[in-house]
């Protein structure tokens, strides 16, 4: 079978870089800080969670020799973890899965973020 890799360690060096930058300052563009360490409610506590074992499940996989499906999978594991075997209803579903996209959505722009902010200089 065809394996897709990434293939540079200078790629997974910046962005295993990225994600450990994006963690430590929190995502700049979310309503409060998703890593802050007080937490208005257990909602907001156990996304912290789940975000965080996300990341960590992926970092641990990140590297250049890694098959892009052995990534793909590790998402997968965290939507069947943290959506699909929670839900107990159609509109629970429908909630956690909102809350893991939007959640998605927040950690990759603050990846893109954080990469544009180290690469300025070749943007001119």
């Not at 996989?61 to 052995?70: E, M, Q």
């Not at 594991?77 to 939007?102: G, M, T, Y």
Request: charged share 25%.
């Amino acid at each position: 079978t065809m394996r897709t890799v990434l293939n540079s360690n200078s790629k997974v060096t910046v962005l295993r870089s990225d994600l450990h930058a994006v963690i430590d300052q929190g995502f700049l563009d979310a309503p409060g800080n998703l890593f802050q360490k007080k937490f208005r409610n257990r909602e907001e506590l156990q996304n912290d969670i789940e975000l965080k074992c996300s990341l960590n499940d992926l970092m641990s996989l990140l590297a250049p020799s890694t098959d892009i499906r052995v990534l793909l999978n590790c998402v997968s594991s965290n939507l069947q973890a943290f959506v699909i075997q929670p839900s107990r209803s159609k509109e629970e579903f429908r909630k956690l899965a909102s809350d893991f996209q939007l959640r998605w959505n927040f950690l990759l722009s603050a990846v893109s973020k954080a990469m544009t902010l180290n690469y300025a200089d070749s943007f001119g």
